[in-house]
């Protein structure tokens, strides 16, 4: 019986290392695109399945009595000595490996689910015929071959039946759950006071970046999107594809696309590699007719930056040179064919040179920023130097663009000295009830801040005229919405505080921050309450809360990760919360009321 036991064992350990061979031949053609952050897991999960195997040849080498030769077992009350050897020697290999890499079972594996289970299954199969084996306590004799056979052959078998079957009925690769009748939007709130909720993806999967959704938070991740929402973090839709390379997601106001090039895919004519993309409602992650899985001729050209494109349904909208030398332009593209729709010039003229930063969609709009200095100015090879230089004379230019047919909508310009390394445009944040959105102007340092009506371009704010004065530093927008502004502003002092502005430009309330305000922190934002912005003091990720009603007291949200303080905070007014994410931590936390 013992024997028959430790050769059952022997069984799914010589399944496990066939299997693994077959399986590394059955992926072998599947590129895993993984992320930094991932690539350390996947090389820990070779390492796994490597030692596994080392084990398993140790033991079918070892452990049995191949040979007459052998001495024959010890009185079955004691185990032989070679198997305590292998024993002790497993052992020891074990606590090695375990101290140097102590998330060696932890961690993610790879990007492809059904790899992942084949790892998993080669593993586990190698341990479960290692304890088998030692359960038996003797070096079994492959003789009589007839009961050893049908002891062996089991336990083999299982091994390939469950790898053939995760091979054929894997976990679902592709993940796509909408929302049912998800309702109204809570509306995001006035003030927070602690986490309410904390969520984060398997280990294996890379949090890209939050944006702003429909119901709450929109979590952007290495493998597609989730829509969360805001009140307690529950999921209301969500399309994730996990085997798939090259995923990419452009969130539009409207519409979520996924652009991603399948893992199992073969190459068309022209080395070309099929991608496609598909396009949702961004309330409810429900497929957009006619745009469910198109063709996509434009994901994965090395001509087109993915980060500076915006995308409509059927269409993508880009920053283009036509030829080396030639001014920029706009540029929008079909989807499937990559046919150009239209074109049209930004303001690069000849004997400049222009930093471009956009394409933006912006309330129904496609804005681009440009910085543009004269020629005979520049004095740094690098563009993004040469911005950097005291006292350089620059144009900023903001323009819209409708984007059916490229038309001009709107253009402001500022003309002026230090206004380094360009403004970008964006969202005003949250917009208080009975207000209207606005675009934010926010320069990189110092000058051209600007709120503007998405309509026409004109201010929509007075900004004091302060903000501009070059002994002063605009250090960026906590919010705004057509009612005012509030921005946080350093002066020649060193002094640092939040100002909050009415239409006409006049301070209607301040709060300092003190020494808590971390100097590096961008993503300071304000409710209508209060003021938010990540701590510099605590030692770990902490939000500090400051009302306009009691501006010296703190109210402090600690967040509930790993991190240590120098981690930047993301923060992100959605409905229902706070979004704050912490850099490299990979968690979402809604800070609530």
């Known amino acids: 019986m013992r024997a028959a036991i430790a050769w059952v064992g022997l069984g799914l350990i010589a399944g496990a290392l066939v299997w693994a061979v077959v399986a590394a031949v059955l992926y072998s053609h599947h590129a895993l695109y993984v992320e930094d952050e991932q690539a350390d897991a996947a090389a820990r999960a070779v390492m796994v399945l490597l030692f596994s195997c080392t084990i398993g040849c140790v033991i079918l080498g070892f452990g049995v009595r191949w040979t007459e030769r052998d001495a024959e077992p010890e009185p079955e009350s004691e185990p032989e000595p070679m198997v305590r050897q292998l024993v002790y020697l497993v052992g020891l290999l074990l606590v090695a490996a375990f101290i140097a890499f102590p998330n060696l079972l932890t961690d993610g594996f790879a990007q492809l689910i059904t790899a992942r289970l084949q790892v998993w299954l080669a593993t586990g199969a190698v341990w479960l015929g290692f304890l088998l084996f030692m359960l038996s306590g003797r070096r079994p004799s492959p003789r009589p071959l007839v009961v050893t056979f049908s002891a062996f052959l ?116 022209g080395e070309e590699e099929v991608a496609f993309t598909e396009t949702f409602d961004l309330a409810t992650g429900e497929p957009v007719p006619g745009h469910e899985r198109e063709a996509d001729a434009v994901h994965g050209d090395p001509d087109v930056n993915t980060d500076h494109v915006v995308r409509f349904p059927g269409q993508v909208v880009r920053d283009h040179w036509p030829d080396s030398g030639s001014p920029a332009e706009l540029q929008a593209l079909e989807v499937g064919s990559g046919r150009e729709l239209w074109t049209a010039p930004l303001h690069e003229h000849e004997g400049q040179d222009c930093l471009h930063r956009g394409p933006t969609e912006l309330y129904g709009a496609v804005v681009m920023t440009e910085q543009c200095m004269d020629e005979e100015d520049r004095d740094h090879p690098d563009l993004g130097a040469a911005f950097s230089q005291e006292g350089l004379k620059t144009e900023s230019i903001v323009t819209a663009f409708d984007p059916e047919s490229g038309k001009e909508l709107w253009q402001r310009r500022w003309t002026g000295a230090e206004s380094r390394m360009g403004s970008h445009a964006r969202p005003g944040g949250h917009t208080a009830e009975g207000a209207s959105p606005v675009i934010l102007v926010d320069p990189t340092f110092r000058r051209f801040a600007a709120v503007l009506d998405p309509a026409t371009g004109e201010d929509a704010v007075t900004l004091p005229a302060d903000v501009d004065d070059p002994d002063n530093w605009f250090r960026g927008f906590a919010g705004a919405d057509s009612d005012g502004a509030t921005y946080l502003v350093e002066r020649a002092d060193r002094r640092t505080e939040f100002e909050r502005v009415n239409v006409q430009g006049e301070v209607v309330a301040t709060i300092d921050p003190g020494r808590g305000l971390d100097r590096r922190d961008e993503s300071s934002v304000a409710l209508n309450e209060m003021v938010l912005f990540s701590s510099a003091v605590e030692s770990r990720p902490t939000v500090v809360a400051r009302s306009f009603d009691n501006p010296e007291v703190d109210g402090l949200i600690p967040l509930e990760s790993p991190n240590d303080r120098d981690s930047d905070v993301d923060l992100l007014p959605v409905p229902g919360a706070v979004a704050a994410s912490v850099e490299r931590d990979g968690s979402v936390s809604g800070l609530v009321p």
């Open 154 to 269: 089991p336990g083999a078998l299982v091994v390939f039946l469950a790898g053939a079957l995760v091979h054929i009925v894997p976990y679902p690769e592709v993940h796509h759950s909408t929302a049912d009748a998800p309702g109204d939007p809570a509306p995001v709130p006035d003030a927070v006071s602690e986490v309410g909720w904390t969520w984060e993806p398997e280990p294996e999967v890379s949090l890209e970046r939050v944006e702003e959704g429909v119901h709450g938070p929109l979590v952007v991740l290495s493998d597609g999107v989730v829509s969360l929402d805001g009140t307690d973090g529950s999921e209301v839709w969500s399309f994730r594809r996990h085997a798939d390379e090259d995923v990419e997601v452009v969130v539009g106001e409207q519409h979520v696309f996924v652009s991603y090039r399948p893992f199992d895919a073969g190459e068309t004519e």
